[in-house]
C-alpha cells in the first residue's frame, strides 16, 4: 500500500472508529424492542439486495450463468443471514426470564452432560428440514436447572447500566453470510459495536452489506471498511479496538497476537504478545469424514458418494469445514465401489477454482505426496487424492483447494473400528473445528444409541455431523459456530470461542447436527418417514438455485402458500 493509501485509509477508519466509541454504550443501553424493530429493517433491507448479492458472488466465483451452482450464493450468503435475524428475533422476543429457553427440549447424555436441542424449534423446521436435527451438548455443570445462567447473561444486567466496546471483526474471503454473522454476534451476544473490515477476496460484497446492515450503520453501531493486509494491521494495532474476531489463517491470528519471524517467536517463547487485547476466531482445520463399514446398499453408495464429493468441493473447495481427510474401513467390500461413485461425482464437477492461491496450494499439496491420484475436471483443475500417511504435512495443514487425502484402518467390527477412527482424528490431525460421520441407522442401532452418544462424545470437535456434513452446522445459525473449547493463543489450532449461536447459550461444547440416512423417497423403503429429498446443499443437486432463492424468501415471511414451490423443486433437485 502506497503512502497516499495509507493516509486514505486511516482517514476513514480513523473517523469511522471515533463514531462507534461515542456510539458503543448507547447500543449497549438499548432495549430488546429497539432491537427487534432494527433486526427486522435488515430483514427488509436484504430482502432488497438479496438477488443482487447472490447473482454478484456466483459471477465472481467464476460458476456460469444459469448454473443449479448459483444456489450456494443463495443459503451461504443471504439466507444463512436472515435465518440469523430471525433466529435472534426470536430469542430477543423470549428474554423476559429467558422465557425462550423453556420451549426447548433437554436431555441427559451417557457422559452426565445437558443436550439442548435447537433444530427443529418450529413447524417450519420439521417441514423443511425433515429428519435433520441439531443439539448443542453443554459442558459439563451445565444442566436444565441452572441453563439460564449460562445463556444471554448479558442480558442479566439492566439496560442503563451497560457498557459497550468496540470490536474489530476481519471479514472472511469464501463464504459471503460469514461477515455480516459475525457482526451479529458481536452486537446481539456480547453487546459491542463493530467495524468490519472486508477481505479484499470478497470485498465486491461491501456495496450490499451496506445496503442490508444500514439500520445498525445508521445509528453508528456498525462501520464497513475495505483495505488490504497493511489496513487490517493498523486496525488491530488502534488504540480504540477493545476486541477482535477472525475467520480465516491461523498464522494471520498469529502476527496479529504475537508479531512475525523471529521477532513473533521469541513473543511467544517469552509469553509476551504484541496484542494482549480479547480475541476470538475460527481458523479451520484437517477436518476428518470417517466412514463405517455396514449394510449400504448399491443407492447408499451412490448417495453417499455426493455427499462426500459435497463436504470436498462445495464452494470449490474453499471451506474451513471442507473434508480433509476420509478415513475409510480396510478391507470393506464396498469400499472400492463407494470411492469409484466418488471419483465419478468429483470428475462432473467442472467448476473452477476461483480462490487466490488455489493452484501453487494444489502444487504443494501434490508435491508433498509420495503416490497423487489425480481426477480429472474438464477446465477445472483435477482435483487431488492421496494417502494421508505418506508425510506428517497431510495431516497438520489444511489444504484451501479441492485436495484431500485418505486413509484406510482396520475394522474388526463396526464399533471398535469408528472408536480407533475418533481417537485418531483426536489425536493425528490438526484443529477440532467439524468431524463427520457417516454409519447406516441399522449400525446405530446395533452399536446402541447410548453407548453410540458415549462414543461420539469422544470425538473432540466443535461440530459433529452424523449422516450430514458440518457445514449444515453453519447454515442452521442456531448452532454454536466455532472450535472445541480449550485452545489458547500460544496454540491456537481452529480457535476461540463461537459465533452464530441464536440462542445465546453459553458454555457450549459443541454442536451435533443429524440427517436421514437416505433421501426422500428412497427412505420409505426401509421404514423411515421423513420427507428431505436430495439436500439442497448438495454439489449434484438440480435445483439448488431455485431452492435457495425460494428458502431465502421464505425466511423472509415464512407462509403456507410458499410451501408448494418449494416443496415441488427440493423433489425435482
Known amino acids: 500500500m502506497d503512502g497516499s493509501r495509507i493516509t486514505t485509509f486511516v482517514d476513514e477508519y480513523d473517523a469511522a472508529l471515533n463514531a462507534l466509541d461515542a456510539a458503543k454504550d448507547t447500543w449497549a443501553q438499548t432495549d430488546n424492542a429497539e432491537r427487534i424493530a432494527l433486526l427486522n429493517q435488515v430483514k427488509d433491507n436484504l430482502k432488497s439486495v438479496a438477488k443482487g448479492w447472490a447473482e454478484t458472488a456466483a459471477r465472481k466465483k467464476q460458476i456460469p450463468e444459469g448454473s443449479p451452482l448459483i444456489g450456494e450464493e443463495w443459503t451461504s450468503g443471504p439466507y444463512a443471514l436472515m435465518s440469523g435475524c430471525n433466529g435472534f428475533i426470536q430469542t430477543l422476543s423470549g428474554m423476559e426470564g429467558k422465557a425462550y429457553l423453556e420451549h426447548l427440549p433437554k436431555r441427559l447424555l451417557p457422559t452426565g452432560q445437558t443436550a439442548v436441542k435447537v433444530l427443529p424449534h418450529s413447524i417450519w423446521d420439521h417441514l423443511l428440514l425433515s429428519g435433520v436435527k441439531a443439539e448443542v451438548w453443554m459442558q459439563k455443570g451445565v444442566n436444565a436447572a441452572n441453563l439460564a445462567k449460562n445463556a444471554a447473561t448479558i442480558y442479566d444486567e439492566p439496560a442503563s447500566q451497560r457498557q459497550g466496546k468496540v470490536a474489530l471483526v476481519l471479514g472472511a474471503g469464501n463464504i459471503a453470510s460469514i461477515a455480516p454473522l459475525d457482526v451479529l454476534q458481536k452486537l446481539l451476544i456480547e453487546n459491542q459495536v463493530v467495524i468490519l473490515k472486508m477481505n479484499p477476496v470478497n470485498d465486491y460484497l461491501t456495496d450490499y452489506l451496506q445496503t442490508a446492515l444500514k439500520p445498525f450503520i445508521d445509528r453508528d453501531f456498525v462501520r464497513i471498511v475495505k483495505g488490504d493486509g497493511a489496513a487490517g494491521a493498523y486496525l488491530t494495532e488502534h488504540p480504540i479496538i477493545e476486541e477482535l474476531h477472525i475467520t480465516g489463517a491461523a498464522s494471520t491470528h498469529d502476527a496479529i497476537v504475537w508479531g512475525t519471524g523471529a521477532e513473533g517467536e521469541e513473543n511467544r517463547k517469552a509469553g509476551t504478545p504484541k496484542n494482549n487485547r480479547r480475541f476470538t476466531s475460527e481458523l479451520g482445520a484437517v477436518c476428518p469424514t470417517i466412514v463405517v463399514p455396514g449394510p449400504w ?3 447408499d453408495l451412490k448417495f453417499q458418494a455426493e455427499h462426500i464429493a459435497t463436504q470436498k468441493l ?21 469400499g472400492e465401489t463407494l470411492m469409484d461413485n466418488l471419483r465419478k461425482v468429483i470428475a462432473k464437477s467442472t467448476r473452477l477454482a476461483y480462490y487466490p492461491g488455489a493452484a501453487d496450494r494444489l502444487e504443494t499439496f501434490k508435491g508433498k505426496a509420495a503416490n497423487v491420484e489425480t481426477v480429472a475436471r474438464g477446465k477445472a483443475p483435477a482435483a487431488i487424492i492421496n494417502s494421508v500417511d505418506e508425510a506428517d504435512w497431510f495431516r497438520e495443514n489444511e489444504v484451501f483447494a479441492p485436495a484431500m487425502s485418505t486413509l484406510e484402518m482396520d475394522a474388526p467390527d463396526a464399533e471398535s473400528y469408528l472408536k480407533a477412527a475418533i481417537a485418531y482424528a483426536n489425536d493425528q490431525l490438526h484443529g477440532t473445528l467439524g468431524a463427520n460421520v457417516l454409519i447406516h441407522p441399522k449400525t446405530i442401532r446395533k452399536i446402541g444409541k447410548n453407548r453410540f452418544d458415549e462414543i461420539i462424545a469422544d470425538l473432540r470437535y466443535g461440530a459433529i455431523a452424523i449422516n450430514a456434513w458440518t457445514g449444515l452446522a453453519f447454515l442452521a445459525t442456531a448452532c454454536p459456530w466455532g472450535a472445541f473449547p480449550g485452545h489458547t493463543p500460544e496454540d491456537v489450532q481452529s480457535g476461540i470461542g463461537t459465533v452464530h449461536n441464536t440462542f445465546m447459550l453459553e458454555n457450549t461444547e459443541r454442536c451435533v447436527v443429524q440427517a436421514p440416512w437416505s433421501p426422500f423417497p428412497r427412505n420409505l423403503l426401509s421404514g423411515s418417514f421423513t420427507l428431505l429429498p436430495r439436500p439442497p446443499w448438495f454439489i449434484t443437486n438440480r435445483k439448488q438455485d431455485k431452492v435457495g ?13 410458499k410451501l408448494p414451490r418449494i416443496f415441488l423443486n427440493a423433489l425435482l433437485g
Open 297 to 299: 446398499s448399491n443407492a
Open 314 to 334: 462445495h464452494n470449490s473447495g474453499f471451506n474451513c469445514v471442507a473434508c480433509q481427510v476420509l478415513i475409510m474401513p480396510k478391507g470393506w467390500n464396498k
Open 549 to 561: 432463492e425460494l428458502l431465502t424468501d421464505f425466511q423472509y415471511k415464512p407462509s403456507w402458500f
